[in-house]
Each structure stands twice: as structure tokens, then as C-alpha cells.
């Protein structure tokens, strides 16, 4: 099992990324897939994660601004992130939960990617 995120890089504040994360080696689509962050110095944070049945849930931080979605066709998850703004500066993580749980905990995924790093400049 793995999986890849990628998309991160370097944006202006007020700016837009979208992040992806590729699985591989089963099928995702029974299961629910997140995405957290870290910061420097700081502990992983929950940022959203999306259900089996496309049910999405978020940090109050990024509502209204970040948008989780999957192509279970393609076995992708993805993280729309608009108005970005310096706090949102993190290696961002995807993950996915085989086993179910609460999905605002990182104890609760299996298998996570290698990250990528979003940068906002102010």
C-alpha cells in the first residue's frame, strides 16, 4: 500500500494549490481518507477528511477555504486550498483509515503518504 501526495509548493498569500495523493497497491473507495499538516515545531494537526460515502468534515481553520474530494475511479484524494494564508504553511500528509474511527485523529489511519510542503508567503 502506498501513497503520494504531491502538489505542494510556494504561493502568495491569498493564493490557490491543489494537492493530490495517489493510492496504490488496493482499492480506496471503502474507506475514509484525510489530510493533516504539520508545521515547524509543531504537533500533526487535523486539517479534513472525507468518508466512504463522500461525507466531508474539516478544521475550523481552513471552512469555507479548503475542499476535500476523491476520484474513486482513479483512486485519488484530493485538497482544494484557496485563500491560503502563512498559517497554512505545513508538510501537508494524506492518509487513509481502514478500520474506522474518529477521523480527527492521526491514531486512527493505516498507511500515510511522505507528504508535500505548502508554503505561504505573506
Known amino acids: 500500500v502506498q501513497l503520494q501526495a504531491s502538489g505542494g509548493g510556494l504561493v502568495q498569500a491569498g493564493g490557490s494549490l491543489r494537492l493530490s495523493c495517489a493510492a496504490s497497491?488496493?482499492?480506496?473507495?471503502?474507506?475514509?481518507m484525510g489530510w493533516f499538516r504539520q508545521a515547524p515545531g509543531k504537533e500533526r494537526e487535523f486539517v479534513g477528511a472525507i468518508s466512504w460515502s463522500g461525507r466531508t468534515y474539516y478544521t475550523d481553520s481552513v471552512k469555507g477555504r479548503f475542499t476535500i474530494s476523491r476520484d474513486n475511479a482513479k483512486n485519488v484524494l484530493y485538497l482544494q486550498m484557496n485563500n491560503l494564508k502563512p498559517e497554512d504553511t505545513a508538510v501537508y500528509y494524506c492518509?487513509?483509515?481502514?478500520?474506522?474511527?474518529?477521523?480527527?485523529?492521526?491514531?486512527?489511519?493505516?498507511?500515510w503518504g511522505q507528504g508535500t510542503l505548502v508554503t505561504v508567503s505573506s
Open positions: 497497491g488496493r482499492t480506496f473507495r471503502s474507506y475514509a
Open positions: 492518509a487513509v483509515a481502514l478500520r474506522g474511527g474518529n477521523m480527527y485523529f492521526p491514531t486512527t489511519y493505516d498507511y
